[in-house]
């Protein structure tokens, strides 16, 4: 096995954005060659072994003939799992306990923001209203956390040490400590029907695609919120608005939607129920990012083993 030979930083990216990201993966990793693919001369092309990617074009990696491996600064993968032509390829994601620290700080921060009624109070200073809201300890909700990953499992300590009730639902099931765990669909039944508050930290696969729908949506107690955080087709956004609409849902924090930026024309801007965010829940810091990926590389040339990749068959 070859192991040296350029590595090709591949992203839709604006060029600032790219060159951010090189001078950190520079930094992390200065033994290595890493380049933009288009800077690539094409005869050099099929020297490539590994890819470091942000959201990148599939035709660029097609162009990358010898590849080995693809290692996404992305935690979210399921672009790269649809594509068909990188299927064959094994792909590793970002795991990074920073990312998670981020997100962990995120959920708990709107879940402060719904527990504490702060979309009620700013409509009642619209309206110049003077009125105090019952308070509600933290210990009296329940905050239900869909996935619980890496990012899910920091968000539920986070929650816990904060003094909410925490239920989690993934799809092998576990134990942990403080976290009432649940699996399957009866899992979920269960779950929704005690959150209070409703977190979604799954990855978007076939089987999470959807998933939030009238039916599941209607099992959850009359005035809960959620909080989406995930990948937007994880969540019917039209049966979520009826919901929000009909009053049996208070609130929606929504980080994620169909189309990035949300266009201008959407009604969910103006929406009163919902708080729109411009993905934001745990933007990704580069430098802990690009050390966790030199350390993966560094592994991978000096053993010749692959960290941790996607399971392919489970889309995430
Ligand atoms: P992980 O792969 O570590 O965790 C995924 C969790 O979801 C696991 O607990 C897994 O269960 C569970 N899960 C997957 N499929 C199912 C299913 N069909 N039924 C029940 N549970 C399921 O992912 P991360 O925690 O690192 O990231 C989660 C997602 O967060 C990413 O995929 C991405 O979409 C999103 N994200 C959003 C960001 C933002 O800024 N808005 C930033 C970063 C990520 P099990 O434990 O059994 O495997
Ligand atoms: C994501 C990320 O997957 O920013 O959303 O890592």
Redesign the pocket.
């Known amino acids: 096995m070859e192991m040296t030979g350029r590595i090709a930083f591949v992203s839709r990216l604006s060029i600032r954005d790219e060159e951010l990201w090189l001078q950190a993966l520079a930094g992390a990793l200065p033994e290595e060659n890493i380049l933009p693919v288009r800077k690539i001369a094409s005869g050099d092309l099929c020297g490539v072994q590994i890819a470091v990617v942000a959201n990148p074009d599939p035709a660029d990696i097609a162009r990358l003939t010898n590849l080995k491996w693809i290692h996404s600064v992305?935690?979210?993968?399921?672009r790269l799992v649809a594509e068909p032509g990188l299927a064959a390829l094994p792909i590793v994601?970002l795991?990074d306990p920073e990312?998670?620290r981020t997100?962990a700080e995120a959920v708990l921060a709107w879940t402060y923001y719904l527990s504490r009624d702060m979309p009620a109070y700013a409509r009642l200073q619209r309206q110049h209203r003077w009125q105090q809201l019952p308070y509600r300890h933290p210990a009296e909700l329940t905050v239900g956390l869909?996935?619980?990953?890496?990012?899910?499992t920091a968000a539920a300590l986070r929650l816990r040490s904060a003094g909410f009730n925490v239920s989690g639902?993934?799809?092998?099931a576990?134990n942990t400590d403080r976290i009432e765990r649940f699996?399957g669909a009866a899992g979920l039944a269960l779950l929704l029907a005690r959150a209070d508050v409703l977190v979604c930290?799954?990855?978007?696969?076939p089987?999470?695609h959807g998933l939030l729908n009238r039916e599941r949506l209607a099992l959850m107690p009359t005035g809960a919120s959620l909080i989406h955080?995930?990948?937007s087709p994880i969540v019917v956004v039209d049966d979520l608005l009826a919901a929000l609409n009909s009053g049996r849902l208070s609130h929606a924090v929504l980080?994620?939607f169909d189309v990035e930026p949300l266009p201008q024309h959407s009604e969910l801007w103006e929406h009163p129920k919902i708080t729109v965010l411009p993905?934001?829940?745990?933007?990704?810091n580069k430098e802990t990012a690009a050390a966790i990926v030199a350390k993966n590389i560094r592994d991978y040339r000096s053993s010749g083993v692959l960290p941790r990749t996607v399971a392919m068959n489970?889309g995430?």
Not at 74 to 78: H, I, N, P, S
Not at 201 to 205: A, E, G, R
Not at 279 to 284: D, E, G, L
């Open positions: 992305w935690a979210g993968v399921e994601r795991v990312l998670a997100m869909l996935g619980l990953g890496t990012l899910g639902w993934s799809r092998t576990k699996s930290l799954l990855p978007l696969t089987e999470t955080f995930a990948r980080d994620v993905h934001i829940s745990a933007p990704t489970h995430y």
